[in-house]
């Protein structure tokens, strides 16, 4: 293995707990490698404006936020590379990451490949994402002050997310597949007391109407699960939330998963159960999910990285 092809510290992920990674072990001189992946900066680039990540009174665009935090990272010294990571082997030290046929060893690997939230997969749903389609409630919710919105699923995450909406839209259509909720029972009950919310039981999407350069989404066609039947409806905008999906794959062989598939770490801490491999961001966090709280997950795992080499490598 070439000097080169060995690192101190891989970054696999490049969300704001990758970046914010990148930024302090860089800062430590510890010339970390990021590698971005296939959507750099994350989930953070299919949104639109970020009002809510302290330090910026007027909000800032997502992919712009993500920019900066890149060039922030490169300036300490932080190697960016756009590219994806196939395999890795953690089964002894240095640690193995691949890129393709491209073989890496690191004393430290920080995982931040995060979670992506599921979509229906339609292409009216692609392609009317950020102009009216969204999977973020606590990103988005904030613009339909006043307007008519769908929220899809019957989960949790779609419960919760009907009762932050009412906070801003004149009215909730929370949209569910089946005539029984999969969320808990206090959430069920939140929903049923909420007059802002009605409930579309055994309803599906079946297509999205609007145009993204006329004032994106306008409507929706939706079908009765049961009788099969279709109707026009017309609405402001759809929310998401149909659960997420860690992106995991090629760790499931060395690290375990919850119930859910989010990589486990230790308590108060992003050690996993492999030393010298360090998870943080979305990847393990299905509570709270913000950009903020990634960050601070990401700075988390680059200092403990950091100790990790003081006491075992260096
Ligand atoms: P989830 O529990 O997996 O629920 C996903 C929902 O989306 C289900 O109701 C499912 O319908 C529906 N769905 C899935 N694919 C669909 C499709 N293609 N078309 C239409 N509907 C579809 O996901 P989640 O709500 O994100 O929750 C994930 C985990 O986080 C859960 O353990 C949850 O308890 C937890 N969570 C907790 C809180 C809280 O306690 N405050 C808040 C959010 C999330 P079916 O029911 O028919 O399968």
């Known amino acids: ?56 009174e007027d909000g800032i665009a997502g992919p712009e936020l993500m920019d900066v935090m890149r060039k922030q990272a490169v300036r300490f010294g ?28 690191a004393d430290t690997v920080i995982i931040a490949t995060g979670a992506s939230a599921r979509y229906l997969g339609i292409p009216s749903e692609e392609k009317l994402k950020g102009f009216g389609v969204s999977a973020c409630a606590t990103c988005d919710g904030f613009f339909y002050k006043e307007k008519e919105v769908f929220v899809v699923g019957g989960g949790d995450s779609a419960l919760e997310e009907s009762g932050y909406l009412t906070k801003f839209a004149s009215k909730v259509y929370l949209i569910h597949r089946r005539d029984e909720f999969r969320g808990s029972k206090i959430m069920r009950q939140r929903v049923f007391d909420n007059p802002k919310i009605e409930i579309l039981w055994n309803t599906e999407i079946e297509e999205i109407l609007g145009e993204p ?6 409507g929706a066609i939706l079908k009765d699960t049961v009788s099969g039947e279709t ?69 988390m795992a680059a200092i403990e990285a950091e100790r990790y080499i003081t006491e075992n490598i260096e």
């Open 78 to 105: 932080a190697e960016s590379k756009f590219e994806y990571v196939t395999k890795v082997d953690f089964s002894s030290t240095p640690h193995k990451v691949w890129v393709g046929d491209k073989q890496y060893t």
């Open 213 to 218: 350069d006329q004032g994106g989404v306008t």
């Open 231 to 299: 109707r026009e409806q017309k609405i402001d905008g759809i929310f998401m939330a149909i659960g997420h999906t860690p992106n995991t794959a090629i760790f499931t062989d060395y690290l375990p998963t919850d119930d859910n598939g989010y990589l486990i770490t230790k308590p108060d801490s992003t050690a996993t159960d492999i030393d010298g491999v360090f998870a943080a961001g979305d990847v393990r966090d299905h509570v709270y999910r913000q950009a903020v709280t990634a960050a601070g997950n990401g700075c």
């Open 1 to 56: 293995m070439s000097e080169q092809n060995h690192k101190k510290v891989i970054i696999i992920g490049s969300g704001p707990a990758g970046l914010t990674a990148a930024i302090y072990s860089a800062r430590a001189n510890l010339s970390p490698i990021i590698f971005e992946g296939d959507q750099p900066g994350g989930q953070l680039t299919i949104t639109n404006d970020v009002e809510n990540y302290p330090g910026f």
